[in-house]
């Protein structure tokens, strides 16, 4: 079937599209209900259906042949350490983990929160958690102690499961002093923490609340599968919201399952038994569903990679992983091609390996430049597919379903609406624009099965976030364009949403963090446009009167603070001091014209602003520092 037949089938008849899908898994009890729309706008998909998750990932693999394949691939160049569990192996592993979750008073709908490095035990722990129906939710290991904080809160964690270290190229990070800061800082405290003690740093253990992640696997029983209903949240995933308080996306079990397995097919375009490979991190929607659940649920092979593109040991990484692997497919954000690109401008360390099995590269996470998509092309002969989509949906929105029908690529673009899905770009009343016309992006309600039901134990705020603003639809918070072809193309976000890196972070967040320093009068973070990570966030930052420190130690401790409370990964490393931010006359401080300076690109002198003269002493503060880069 070509690719607009199956689109059309999944709009004209989306229950019989993903029932005929649902079969693809193991069931415990079958649905009453394909779709429970009777209460808009929440909708429940596979009502009634009973499954497990990490039953349908690994334990019916083992039973149906696949027990001595290899399962889960750990590379890690910076530990120097390789290790391959085939599904008998892993299927084992998760149950006895799951023995010691169950040991420790974990039931059905606890939370546990993760806390990992790119180890292996950090898929471990997911699959554990879904074996009993534990909801867990994985915590980003660049993340500081106050966001962590603020997660263990919102998903009120009974446990925590952690490591001693994240291993950064070279640098050793210690996780549990993050970790147990964490737990001071937050109202409702884990009754344990589960603890990977790692060689590289030891951590110290607190008696009766930590528990040694081997001696506790040492003393378990394994356990077996506890089928949930299919509405029973898998895990929580919280993302950037506009403000500093992060969104707790629910994921479903059922939906899920069915979407990323029908994902594997139709868009990735591999079978059972190939090495599929995600080179992210499980702290992000994209390890959860693409280096964890959906390689796993359809009988791939998985590679948990614990390095970097470049620096480990050097541009040539992700090539030797493809061939030590022989991966069909890799996953990866155009960052990471863009520092490959960076080192080995003519992918010169690419010829020292064999590529020949290698079929398809899928890129997303930011927009991707066709700059790096013609690189990326050319050097490695094979379709590059740039693909869209965001923690909310779990899996792509818009992609080139290889697996279905290959369709031509427009570099630039992030192809064509995903079967499921029905995008329109609408004006600010709620009609589709023209098309090449740019408008928000949204998508008609229901939405396929695997994307958000809610947010944790937060309906309202589902509702605020991302339903109010076109009834029947929902708002993904992006702006783009549909072109004559039916592709479309991801321009900007409408919110204060940065992505640096692939990460996706709230400029508001930044704010909050600065606001809170007792010089600080007033702030703005900006989003400026960086060659490598798509952008890096930039703070202005307008003093109270009469303070008259050095400038120079303001911004490193403003600097330092958002280290502190966001995490490294925020990248936030410049802050400049101004006498005062541009503002229209009702007070709305003028980012969007402010990140159109440092970035060099065209602007209007706002109708509304309230003195331009403003402008002008930005412009300056940016030159000084170097903005518009070149
Ligand atoms: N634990 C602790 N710290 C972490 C971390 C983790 N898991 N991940 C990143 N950090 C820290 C880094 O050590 C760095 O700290 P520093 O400021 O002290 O140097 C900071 O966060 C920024 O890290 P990173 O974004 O990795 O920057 P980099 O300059 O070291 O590397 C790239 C640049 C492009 C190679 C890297 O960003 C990359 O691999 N990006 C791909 C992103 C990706 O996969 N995104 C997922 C979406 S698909
Ligand atoms: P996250 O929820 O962290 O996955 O981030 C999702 C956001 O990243 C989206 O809403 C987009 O703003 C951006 N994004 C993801 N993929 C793409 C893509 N292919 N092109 C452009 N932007 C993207």
């Known amino acids: 079937m070509s690719y607009a037949d199956v689109y059309d089938q999944s709009m004209h008849d989306p229950e019989g599209f993903w029932a ?18 009777d209460n808009p706008p929440f909708y429940h998909w596979f009502q009634g259906g009973l499954l497990n998750t990490c039953y349908n990932a690994l334990d019916r693999h083992v039973a149906e042949g ?52 790119m180890v292996p035990e950090a898929a471990v722990a997911m699959l554990a958690c879904a074996r009993i129906g534990v ?117 479903d079990n059922g939906g899920h399952a069915v979407a990323l397995k029908w994902s594997m097919k139709h868009i990735y375009g591999v079978d059972p038994g190939d090495a599929f490979w995600a080179a992210s991190d499980v702290g992000w929607v994209v390890g959860h569903s ?58 010169e360390l690419m010829g020292n390996y064999d590529l020949s099995n290698f079929r398809t590269l899928f890129l997303a996470g930011e927009r991707c430049d066709p700059d ?12 590059v597919i740039d693909h869209w989509w965001q923690t909310e949906t779990g899996w792509p929105m818009t992609a080139n379903c290889i697996g279905i029908q290959q369709m031509p690529v427009k570099p630039g673009s992030a192809s064509l609406p995903v079967p499921g899905y029905d995008i329109q770009v609408l004006d600010a009343e709620g009609n589709e624009v023209a098309r090449d016309k740019i408008g928000n992006i949204a998508v008609k309600m229901p939405m396929p099965p695997g994307c958000l039901p809610t947010l944790w134990h937060n309906d309202q705020g589902f509702i605020n976030s991302y339903l109010n603003e076109y009834d029947g639809y929902y708002l993904t918070g992006d702006a783009g364009k549909k072109d004559e072809d039916g592709y479309l193309w991801i321009m900007s976000r409408i919110d204060d949403i940065i992505n640096v890196a692939g990460h996706r972070l709230s400029t508001g967040g930044m ?26 966030p930039l703070g202005f930052a307008v003093l109270k009167a009469g303070v008259d420190r050095p400038h120079d130690e303001i911004t490193a401790e403003l600097v330092q603070m958002v280290r ?67």
């Open 511 to 536: 704010e909050e963090v600065l606001a809170s320093h007792h010089d600080v009068a007033e702030c703005a973070v900006i989003g400026p446009n960086d060659k490598l990570k798509g952008e890096i």
């Open 290 to 347: 693409y280096i964890v659940y959906g390689p796993l649920l359809h009988g791939c092979t998985t590679i948990l990679y614990e390095g970097k593109p470049v620096k480990t040991p050097d541009a040539g990484a992700f090539w030797r992983v493809i061939s030590d692997y022989n991966v069909r497919v890799l996953f990866t954000a155009p960052t990471a091609f863009r520092a490959i690109r960076r080192e080995d401008p003519n992918a």
């Open 66 to 117: 696949r027990a001595d394949q290899p399962a889960l691939v750990y590379d890690s160049p910076v530990t120097a350490t390789r290790r391959i569990y085939t599904y008998s192996e892993l299927r084992d592993e998760v149950a006895l983990f799951a023995g010691v979750l169950r040991a420790h008073g974990l039931e059905k709908g606890d939370r546990a929160v993760i806390y990992m490095p």
């Open 564 to 630: 502190n409370k966001i995490g490294p990964l925020a990248c936030f490393k410049i802050a400049l001091i101004v006498d005062r931010l541009p503002k229209t006359r009702s007070g709305k401080i003028l980012r969007g014209t402010m990140k159109k300076i440092a970035d060099n690109t065209p602007w209007k002198m706002p109708a509304t602003i309230d003195d331009p003269v403003i402008l002008d002493e930005i412009t300056e503060a940016l030159a000084k520092a170097g903005y518009p880069k070149q």
């Open 372 to 383: 790096t998509l013609h690189w990326a092309e050319d050097n490695l002969g094979v379709p």
């Open 135 to 251: 909801i867990h939710s994985v915590v980003f290991g660049g993340f500081a102690a106050q966001e962590l904080a603020t997660r263990l809160d919102d998903a009120d964690a009974k446990m925590v499961i952690s490591a001693s270290c994240g291993i950064e190229v070279a640098k050793v990070i210690p996780y549990k002093p993050l970790l147990d800061a964490a737990i001071d800082l937050a109202e409702r405290k884990p009754e344990h923490c589960i603890i990977l003690q790692r060689p590289q740093a030891e951590a110290a253990m607190t008696p009766g609340r930590d528990i040694d992640w081997l001696e506790a696997v040492h003393e378990a029983q394994p356990v077996d599968c506890v089928p949930v209903e299919a509405t029973h949240p898998l895990y929580i995933l919280y993302t950037s919201g506009t403000t500093g308080v992060p969104k707790g996306v629910v994921r």
């Open 20 to 37: 005929e899908a649902a079969d693809a898994l193991h069931w415990d009890r079958r649905w009453d209900r394909v779709l429970d729309a």
